[in-house]
């Protein structure tokens, strides 16, 4: 069992850390803790919504600027 808490923060806290080209790496685990709130019936607080947002964005964003042209 996790300490969902505990997850976001150390999430949060990594992201804060990466530079703006790799902090999409976070999004997997970020997902993971968000299906696991909402598998246990909670909430997902609006922040981190916004920060998955962010990453999946940033994580596409990386994607398609890998892409030979």
Same mark, same amino acid.
Request: proline letters at 6%.
């Given at each position: ?6 997850? *976001? ?8 850390? @990466? +530079?703006?080209?790799?902090?999409? =790496?976070?999004?997997?685990? *970020? ?8 598998? @246990? +019936?909670?909430?997902?607080?609006? =922040? ?22």
């Amino acid at each position: 069992m996790i300490n969902v808490t505990a997850e *976001l923060d150390q999430i949060q806290t990594l992201v804060g850390q @990466e +530079g703006l080209n790799t902090r999409y =790496r976070h999004e997997p685990r *970020l997902r993971r803790v968000i299906d696991h709130l909402r598998a @246990e +019936g909670q909430a997902v607080p609006p =922040r981190i919504k916004q920060l998955h947002q962010t990453l999946l964005s940033e994580a596409i964003e990386a994607e398609f600027d890998n892409m030979p042209v």
